[in-house]
């Protein structure tokens, strides 16, 4: 292995190394600073005479005399089953005191694309116990589904709540009810650039639930280098391929904050002095990202599947800045938190409306969850946008210069908030429990406004008992602050 | 792709590798044409020369490059990126530079390696092949000389190549062949296989362009009814994520009355694929009856397939298109998504450090869109015979907003516009095509079919529908203002008509079995039932019926269960009967 010392250029992450011998593209360097630290990097860019060195835990204390070795190889990842309740730094190694670790294998941390010939289509319905994911944006097994969020928003409470109840539940039968324990997931945590506490927060949760034992962390806390950002991700789902591709795991993984590591990898961009893309970020970002994301799914003939949670926190909310967007072009539909909801003390505060599963369809119906699931669904999408939208106008002409009608779509719109959306994070409802309290909504309308809904499933579950009209709403609105204090006390 | 060999010319000179950058290689001392293709490194991952500069030549590589190194060979084959044409391409699904993927799944499993190449067609496999001319009968490029049954739906018909110069026919053959195998002889000394091969980048011969004046009849109720698109035409559908680009793509590949789709997924996501796959076989075409399979070919380069392959999967697409095209079939060409390609030349322009247009797309970002549609079209083939291609593009526009550029340099060129919109799809209002910006250029030419074919009076309805569309979002700016009720009692009534119009007319549920396809004739019966309540209750409103008593008649709400009712002519009957007597019953 040949040793250079011929550091030409070190500029932000990147380290320009004169060379002799050829070097692979991506391959992984050893640089040794003269104070006896060792860095890891990775090729950027190979020439016969120069490569490009980006260091993953940045380029402080490299001077021209630091000492640069080209180990021959890719980035791997050291994989095996006993990484399972392992708690490992974000470039892999173990930060938990335990044992060394010893490998099974060691896999190429760029993971290559499934053939779509082999993949197979997820439609394993994966009860989130949440009813706005559940009722109306249903995750299935194999899913890539993120929840976009904001600063300060509760993305983690959501995630772990998530990662506490997910179940499937055909396969769920015999094992007792409300053990604490309903998820047979592998959970494969990264964390990229979260403050320590967040980090804390997870990790103490699932040490309360026991869910370590089944869990890997990797942790690149917001004090750690921001260029290992990009690695952290790949260990992730390297990891999470082995044990469910090759062991059988159902693993489920949560990726946060995706923010963090898009800036990671603008930060690489502009050091290269490459032609930036939309506000900065790099013109193959959306590449990049799919190599990420496209790593959730199913394979034919194999047991595990990987699900992906990812999180991103949108700077300043919006939607259409280049994270969220290429994420959403990229991944299964979106988890979208609402800053409106969570001041209102709506818990999980997930607006269904910009929302979308796009794998719910073959998830869910008869057999799977309940026939009148995507009827109902449906509907009440359509009665909350038209609740929402007649929101505005009310304010303008008051509620007497409103129709009968509308009035009933207004309240729609309230409780389908306050009792639909509103379950704090304690409460697991299984979907028949949220289909219910759907047509306990969707019966505040007349049956012939019901233009969704099958005929048949509005003989079966619409429900007369209902108050329609003012009477309700009062009534209403008691039951939802009510839930409202209860979700406030945890 | 097809399995290119060296040229004994002597021309192609191997080289060296110098640099490499993710995608991109430059080598030096290779002597290649541009767009050859090319080997490179050890391992012999596929590329293509795409630009020289002196002795450096630049390869973009259609593989993962991780641990390429410089000082590596690159191998010549000093021929152009082509792909391989000939029966056993329908019922097939391909990478972006033509791999068949079942192949390659069988010999590297679920992960796609690198370094393997297989041909487009299986060039082992027998054909049925039964000719169509005699000895002693003249042929010239274009001419048919045999078919083959490709599948059950399609007969494959045996072409002379268009480089040919054509001549006597000397001796042909019937009977089971191997595609490379001659079939048939000519005086010229040339031979006829069912194998040929063309250069991706360049389009096949004909004769001549028409005008089109048949629709590429969809199924869908806004796209047939309000915004048509020709057979031979093109049309762009922009669109955020979640807006249906997709979901309405799949929808024409099942159910547009096209002889053969070709699907290309260009840089999506890899599960549509997949479920593309797994669906159709199952599928009947509901013009045919036949699997829907045995009509397609699918190109599959997803997101997370290299990037350069997601610039070449369009041109192996339409190539592919045009072959069967040039026997005279309809061909319907969807490509989602068409961002994804002009993202591909942004991301290699870029590493070759190129002078960035607008938001850092190459300056000919605009001419590549063009000659792509271009290539779409009613020609005159060559042999005296008419063919289609209809191309359709998924346009994914950054934040949704249709001023960049891969929307504008689209929509300049395409004829017909479906124009996806968020604010629509969040509220599921499916296919989220908004009818206020959306159009189609192809709407008067293709007037006469519709009146012929469907109902006479077909043009008069439509824009009977557009209209009342109209009054709809004037008065629902007003209604924004001051409330629906404050509304004149004709007015509310007007705003009643429409919104039948959008919910059991403009939507259609692609989820659903029976609502997924809607025939033209129901798409007509359906605008015509509307209508029939819109004349009803304006005539009670006239007669003195108060508004809330027409609006709230039993029989209207059940317009919007149509869509989803099989036996829609008496259920339409019924409907419209019952409007007629519970109103006339009111005065
Ligand atoms: N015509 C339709 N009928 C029913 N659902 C639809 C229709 N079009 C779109 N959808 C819904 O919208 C989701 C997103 O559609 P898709 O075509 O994947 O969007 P895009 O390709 O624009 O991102 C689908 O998963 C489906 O739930
Ligand atoms: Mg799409």
Redesign the pocket.
Same mark, same amino acid.
């Given at each position: 292995m040949k040793e250079y010392q011929t550091i030409e250029e070190v500029s932000g992450p990147l380290v320009f190394v004169e060379i002799d011998e050829p070097v692979g593209y991506d391959e992984i360097v050893e640089i040794e600073t003269s104070a006896g630290e060792t860095l890891r990097g990775q090729v950027l860019e190979s020439s016969e005479e120069f490569v490009a060195i980006q260091v993953f835990e940045g380029t402080t204390g490299i001077d021209r005399e630091a000492s640069v070795r080209f180990l021959g190889e890719t980035l791997k990842m050291p994989v095996t089953e006993d990484l399972l309740g392992r708690v490992l730094d974000g470039s892999g190694q173990p930060i938990d005191g335990g044992p060394e670790i010893v490998p099974d294998e060691r896999q190429d941390i760029v993971g290559a694309a499934i053939n779509p010939f082999a993949r197979e289509y997820p439609e394993e319905f994966i009860q989130a116990g949440v009813s706005a994911i559940d009722g109306m944006n249903t995750l299935v097994r194999g899913q890539k589904l993120p929840i976009f969020s904001g600063s300060g928003l509760p993305h983690n409470d959501l995630a772990l709540q998530i990662a506490r109840q997910a179940t499937v539940p055909e396969e769920d039968e015999g094992s007792g009810e409300d053990d604490g324990d309903g998820s047979e997931f592998a959970v494969i945590f990264g964390a990229m650039g979260i403050t320590a506490e967040e980090s804390n927060e997870f990790l103490a949760d699932f040490e309360r639930t026991g869910a370590l034992e089944r869990s890997v962390v990797f942790a690149n806390l917001a004090d750690d280098p921001a260029v290992e950002r990009t690695i952290t991700p790949r260990l992730a789902l390297t990891t999470a391929e082995y044990l469910a591709f090759e062991k059988g795991y159902h693993v489920l993984v949560i990726l946060t904050d995706m923010t963090n590591y898009c800036e990671a990898l603008r930060e690489i961009g502009a050091a290269r002095e490459e032609v930036p893309g939309r506000r900065g970020y790099p013109g193959y970002m959306y590449t990049d990202l799919a190599q990420l994301y496209e790593r959730a799914g199913r394979i034919k003939g194999r047991e595990g599947s990987v699900t992906q949670i990812p999180i991103l926190t949108m700077p300043g909310d919006d939607d259409t800045h280049p994270i969220p967007d290429l994420t959403g072009y990229i991944t299964e539909g979106q988890i979208m938190m609402d800053r409106n909801l969570n001041s209102q003390g709506i818990a999980p505060p997930i607006n269904v409306l910009p929302s979308?599963s796009?794998l719910?369809?073959d998830g869910i119906g008869e057999g799977l969850t309940r026939e009148d699931h995507g009827d109902v669904s449906d509907q009440l999408y359509a009665a909350y946008a038209e609740g929402e939208d007649l929101r505005d106008l009310v304010n303008i002409v008051g509620r007497e210069a409103l129709s009968e009608r509308d009035n009933l779509y207004l309240d729609l719109a309230d409780r389908f908030e306050s009792e639909f959306v509103q379950q704090g994070y304690d409460t697991n409802r299984d979907v028949g429990e949220t289909l219910d309290i759907g047509w306990e909504l969707l019966s505040t309308l007349p049956r012939t406004e019901l233009n969704r809904v099958d005929e048949e499933h509005i003989e079966t579950y619409y429900r007369e008992d209902v108050d329609t009209g003012v009477a309700g709403e009062s009534e209403n609105e008691s039951e939802g602050s009510a839930d409202a204090d209860e979700a406030a006390a945890d | 792709m097809s399995q290119a060999t060296e040229t004994e010319t002597g021309t192609s000179e191997d080289g060296r590798i110098e640099s490499v950058s993710g995608p991109v290689v430059v080598a030096t001392d290779l002597g290649a044409r541009m767009n050859d293709v090319v080997y490179v490194g050890d391992e012999g991952l596929m590329g293509e020369v795409i630009e020289i500069e002196g002795n450096r030549t630049t390869i973009q590589v259609y593989e993962e490059t991780s641990n390429v190194a410089p000082g590596e060979p690159v191998e010549n084959t000093g021929e152009p990126l082509s792909v391989d044409l000939g029966p056993g391409m329908l019922d097939s699904i391909y990478d972006g530079v033509q791999r068949p993927l079942d192949v390659l799944e069988d010999r590297m499993g679920a992960f796609l390696d690198r370094g393997v190449d297989a041909p487009g067609i299986d060039l082992e496999k027998h054909w049925a092949f039964t000719p169509t001319v005699e000895e002693g009968e003249d042929v010239g490029p274009g001419d048919v000389v045999g078919t083959v049954p490709e599948t059950e739906s399609i007969e494959h018909k045996v072409l002379v190549p268009p480089g040919h110069e054509g001549g006597t026919v000397e001796s042909v053959a019937e009977g089971e062949f191997a595609v490379e195998d001659t079939v048939v002889e000519l005086d010229s000394g040339e031979t006829v296989s069912m194998y040929q091969e063309w250069p991706v980048r360049e389009a096949r011969p004909t004769v001549d362009k028409q005008t089109p004046t048949t629709p590429l009849v969809t199924g869908q109720r806004i796209q047939d009814g309000l915004f048509p698109l020709a057979k031979g035409g093109t049309a762009a559908i922009p *669109?955020p994520? *979640?807006? *249906?680009? /997709?979901? /309405?793509q799949q929808?024409l590949a099942k159910f547009s009355d096209a002889d053969i789709v070709v699907y290309i997924g260009c840089g999506e996501r890899g599960n549509e694929m997949t479920e593309v796959i797994d669906d159709f076989p199952d599928l009947e075409d509901p013009n045919t009856g036949k699997p829907l399979m045995s009509r397609t070919c699918l190109i599959a380069n997803t997101s997370n397939m290299p990037v350069a392959a997601r610039e070449s999967c369009v041109y192996t697409g339409i190539t592919i298109a045009e072959f069967y095209r040039d026997m005279g079939y309809d061909v319907a060409l969807m490509a989602d998504s068409t961002s994804r390609w002009a993202e591909a030349m942004r991301e290699i322009s870029s590493r070759l450090e190129e002078m960035p247009g607008e938001e850092g797309y190459p300056a000919y970002l605009a001419a590549r869109l063009s000659e792509f549609y271009e290539r779409a079209g009613y020609f005159d083939a060559l042999g005296d015979r008419e063919g289609s291609i209809s191309v359709v593009g $998924?346009v994914s526009p950054p934040g949704g907003d249709f001023s960049e550029p891969v929307t504008q340099n689209t929509l300049r060129i395409v004829k017909t516009f479906w124009a996806?919109d968020a604010d629509l $799809?969040e509220r599921r209002h499916?296919? $989220?095509i908004n009818w206020n910006e959306s159009y189609s250029l192809y709407r008067d030419q293709l007037d006469p079919w519709f009146e012929e074919e469907v109902a006479s009076d077909w043009a008069a309805v439509r824009q009977w529908a557009i209209d009342t569309l109209d009054e709809e979002a004037e008065l629902q700016e007003i209604v924004q203002l001051v409330g629906k009720d404050a509304l004149p009692e004709d007015q509310q009534l007007t705003l009643e008509v429409a919104r039948y119009l959008r919910e059991a007319f403009l939507q259609?549920?692609?989820?659903h079995d029976v609502d997924a396809y809607s025939p033209p004739e129901k798409t007509y019966l359906i605008m015509g039932a509307i209508k029939t309540y819109h004349d009803e209750a304006f005539a009670a409103l006239d007669a003195g019926v108060p508004v809330e008593e027409i609006t709230s008649i039993d029989a209207a709400p059940r317009l919007n269960r149509i869509g989803t009712t099989e036996e829609y002519e008496p259920f339409i009957e019924e409907i419209e009967s019952d409007i007629e007597h519970q109103l006339g019953d009111k005065y």
């Open positions: 979308l796009r719910m369809d | *669109g994520f *979640g807006s *249906g680009k /997709t979901v /309405t929808s $998924a996806l $799809a499916f296919p $989220a259609q549920n692609a989820l």
